[in-house]
T-cell receptor
Framework: GQSLEQPSEVTAVEGAIVQINCTYQ??????LSWYQQHDGGAPTFLSY????GLEETGRFSSFLSRSDSYGYLLLQELQMKDSASYFC????????????FGPGTRLSVLP | SQTIHQWPATLVQPVGSPLSLECTVE??????LYWYRQAAGRGLQLLFY??????ISSEVPQNLSASRPQDRQFILSSKKLLLSDSGFYLC????????????FGPGTRLTVL
């Protein structure tokens, strides 16, 4: 089976930097993805890491360490609009055709 | 460009009634299709996925079923709804093969009373 763990909540102030961690257990690994979901909305794709290291996309960066089964999403220069839930996800054991999502981390950005 | 449609946006149904939620994708061919359910404040639970017409894989045993009658159409059904079926239902698609990105529809918020 597969499982992912994330902190349930994170709070930070505008302009700050926040890191959301994700640990995973999976027998077959095809990379780690991150999604953002605002209240009442649909998840949207943020980033993907297939290899170890840091991927940067604007204010957001994502890191992966396959040896530690660990990754994180780094959000810089936080803005109020970044308040949302963030999910890490891996592709599943069935030849990677299915996806398994973590429980999500709710980020609250305070003024 | 690709778009994904889901309807209805909201639905209130009595216990024991049937359900049919539809999802269609435009602008792509042979997508992988997915149905998820999300309880309030929780993560996404994969219910079904399909890699082709008529091919359905079920992740969680339940009173729901899925069908894919056409390449870009995915339907979620139930013969008799339970209270526990309430939730936010999301359809998603990805490029077939080794894609790591999913594209989600706007979702259907189902309340079973």
């Amino acid at each position: 089976g597969q499982s992912l763990e994330q902190p349930s909540e994170v709070t930070a102030v505008e302009g700050a930097i926040v890191q959301i961690n994700c640990t995973y257990q999976t027998s077959g690994f095809y990379g780690l993805s991150w999604y953002q979901q605002h209240d009442g909305g649909a998840p949207t794709f943020l980033s993907y890491n297939g290899l170890d290291g840091l991927e940067e996309t604007g204010r957001f960066s994502s890191f992966l360490s396959r040896s530690d089964s660990y990754g994180y999403l780094l959000l810089q220069e936080l803005q109020m609009k970044d308040s949302a839930s963030y999910f890490c996800a891996v592709r599943g054991d069935n030849y990677g055709q299915n996806f398994v999502f973590g429980p999500g981390t709710r980020l609250s950005v305070l003024p | 460009s690709q778009t994904i449609h889901q309807w209805p946006a909201t639905l209130v149904q009595p216990v024991g009634s049937p359900l049919s939620l539809e999802c269609t994708v435009e602008g792509t061919s042979n997508p992988n299709l997915y149905w998820y359910r999300q309880a309030a404040g929780r993560g996404l639970q994969l219910l079904f996925y399909s890699v082709g017409i008529g091919q359905i894989s079920s992740e969680v045993p339940q009173n729901l079923s899925a069908s894919r009658p056409q390449d870009r159409q995915f339907i979620l059904s139930s013969k008799k709804l339970l209270l526990s079926d309430s939730g936010f239902y999301l359809c998603a698609w990805s490029v077939s093969g080794n894609s790591n990105e999913q594209f989600f529809g706007p979702g259907t918020r189902l309340t079973v009373l």
